[in-house]
């Protein structure tokens, strides 16, 4: 199985900061990365597919970069709407996958 | 693009059962792998299994494996979880969700809320 370690799990920050999170695999997926945004109480809601490329009507302060086994989500201009719980999930082993532990980005 | 409805989750005792379901509209079921992935209280995404186009497919998470089963109906653009002798584990919000695999999960439901008393 394929293991998906996030770092860090919490992070504290302010409006207009830059958040980098970063996404680590337990072998080699190439670009087989998504990154999903999660709001308490709300569903998941896809970011970033295949490492880099984002999804219709998520806003360009987004981006995601890697491939292997290392991956980041940066969020530049961090607005107060970004406050939330991010997620990555390799799709290499399609069709069982995995997901990240996390990250969620709080208030500083 | 699409909207997901489940239904379903209940409050269950150790060892019982349950079926949730997941209604499809706006987008054609039949032309997608569709995925269930739950959260437990508190904690982070869990997938637990997914079903090919035709059904003909299926693959589970191992804690899941032999409990639970995935099917479809497409004529009714429905999918369905079967979960049998479950665990106090087994609560969670199960999200029924639409998987491009590569192009990622890109369609969710809302969730329905699976609780497993001992």
């Known amino acids: 199985d394929i293991q998906m370690t996030q770092s860090p799990s919490s992070l504290s920050a302010s409006v207009g900061d830059r958040v980098i999170i970063t996404c680590r695999a337990s072998?080699?997926?190439?670009?087989?990365l998504n990154w999903y945004q999660q709001k308490p109480g709300k569903a998941p809601k896809l970011l970033i597919y295949?490492?880099?490329n984002l999804e219709t009507g998520v806003p360009s302060r987004f981006s995601g970069s890697g491939s292997g086994t290392d991956f980041t989500l940066t969020i530049r201009g961090l607005q107060p709407e970004d406050f939330a719980t991010y997620y990555c999930?390799?799709?290499?082993?399609?069709?069982?996958?995995?997901f990240g532990g996390g990250t969620k980005v709080a208030v500083k | 693009e699409g909207q997901l409805v489940e239904s379903g989750g209940d409050l269950v005792q150790s060892g019982g059962s349950l079926r949730l379901s997941c209604v499809a509209s706006?987008?054609?079921?039949?032309?997608?792998?569709m995925t269930w992935v739950r959260q437990a209280p508190g904690k982070g995404l869990e997938w637990v299994a997914n079903?090919?186009?035709?059904?003909?497919?299926?693959y589970y998470v191992a804690s899941v494996q032999g409990r639970f089963s995935i099917s479809r109906d497409n004529a009714k653009s429905s999918l369905y979880l079967q979960m049998n002798n479950l665990r106090v584990e087994d609560t969670a919000i199960y999200y029924c969700?639409?998987?491009?695999?590569?192009?990622?999960?890109?369609?969710w439901g809302q969730g329905t809320t699976v609780a497993v008393s001992s």
């Open positions: 706006g987008f054609a079921l039949s032309s997608h792998w």
């Open positions: 295949a490492a880099s």
């Open positions: 969700v639409r998987d491009q695999f590569y192009y990622g999960m890109d369609v």
């Open positions: 079903i090919g186009q035709d059904g003909s497919e299926t």
């Open positions: 999930q390799q799709s290499d082993s399609t069709p069982q996958v995995s």
């Open positions: 072998q080699r997926i190439g670009l087989y």
